[in-house]
């Protein structure tokens, strides 16, 4: 194991003082008047031996320990995968820290926001969609700065989402065109999904869709499985069928697909299919399948932006943004 360097290591090598070393990391060179020579030196001593400041030391001091906590509803969830890999890079890229914790399948679990304690963030970012849930409030109560990925009715922590609005009816748009005007949607219980679900009949009937009751499921098994027994259901009913079938996400289409196969009906002739999230999976299915893409990158830019810059978060009322997805139009619609 690599040996913690401190700041008493760099004033060693450099023969200098540990308290100008420690005013010069902390940026208080101009304050004390050190010269340019000598502070670029310790700094780049610092680079050299692969220094890294100490949280508890810098909150101590009254500085923003750069550390950030992300809490993760569910580590199984593709998409928010997706989400994780783009703060890293945003924290590698910022010089921050991310503590990662979170839960399996959404069910909490207090031990695991410990880490979150014990490391002293600066702020918290919550990956995936949710209500105010009550582990949330010690953090709030703080006034820590918080922002969630996803979306959160009432919140008053800072939000950002795709429009899911705009991308039902972005689908429907697509799908109109093709001369399509009865339709169906396959949810599981996820909060993001249900809500789409809501969207969905609201952008089918102002759009003069034909979608009867019994074609809009709402599953209690998740992803996949949710897919493939909701359209098994559908389909086991009989009678006049859906000319197409909007999947609340796109694992929940990858069921919808094989339930379709299982059944012997084609897509898009028989009937067709739609995503949500664009996973990197959904261009390699068969058929391609037509999605809405989430804009990843933007979405956690938006929410690392808001936490690392505490500042912002006494500037006012915590933003509610909702950012566009966009149309993919592939094989299944």
């Known amino acids: ?167 039902i009816a972005a689908l429907l748009g697509h799908l109109s065109s093709g001369g399509i005007r009865r339709v169906g949607f396959i949810a599981d219980a996820l909060p993001a999904h249900q809500e789409r679900r809501r969207m969905f009949d609201q952008q089918a009937a102002a759009l003069g869709f034909l979608s009867r009751p019994e074609w809009g499921l709402s599953r209690s098994e998740s992803g996949s499985a949710a897919g493939l027994q909701g359209t098994r259901e559908l389909l086991d009913r009989g009678g006049e069928r859906p000319q197409a079938l909007l999947a609340a996400g796109d694992a929940i289409a990858i069921g919808v697909l094989r339930a379709l196969r299982e059944a012997g009906l084609t897509v898009p002739g028989g009937m067709s299919v739609t995503g949500f999230d664009d996973l990197p999976l959904a261009e390699a299915l068969t058929p391609a399948l037509t999605t809405i893409r989430q804009p990843v990158a933007e979405l956690a830019q938006t929410a690392f932006a808001w936490v690392a810059g505490a500042g912002l978060a006494r500037a006012g009322t915590a933003p509610q943004v909702l950012l566009p997805g966009e149309l993919v139009v592939r094989e299944s619609a």
Do not use: C
């Not at 050190?34 to 009254?62: E, M």
């Open 1 to 167: 194991m690599t040996p913690t360097i401190t700041q008493k290591d760099i004033a060693s090598r450099l023969g200098v003082s540990v308290t100008l070393v420690s005013r010069v990391l902390g940026g208080k060179a101009e304050e004390i008047g050190a010269a340019a020579k000598t502070v670029a030196s310790i700094r780049r001593t610092a680079a050299d031996l692969g220094y890294v400041p100490n949280a508890t030391a810098r909150i101590l001091r009254g500085v923003s320990s750069r550390t950030l906590g992300v809490v993760v509803y569910d580590f199984e969830d593709p998409f928010l995968g997706a989400l994780i890999g783009a703060l890293q890079r945003l924290a590698h890229r910022g010089d921050h820290t991310l503590v990662l914790t979170g839960f399996e399948q959404r069910r909490e679990n207090p031990d695991a926001l410990r880490p979150l304690v014990k490391h002293g963030i600066s702020g918290l970012i919550i990956v995936g969609s949710g209500g105010r849930e009550d582990w949330l409030e010690a953090f709030l109560a703080r006034g820590l700065p918080v922002a969630r990925i996803g979306t959160s009715p009432g919140a008053t922590h800072a939000t950002v989402a795709v429009d899911s609005a705009r991308g």
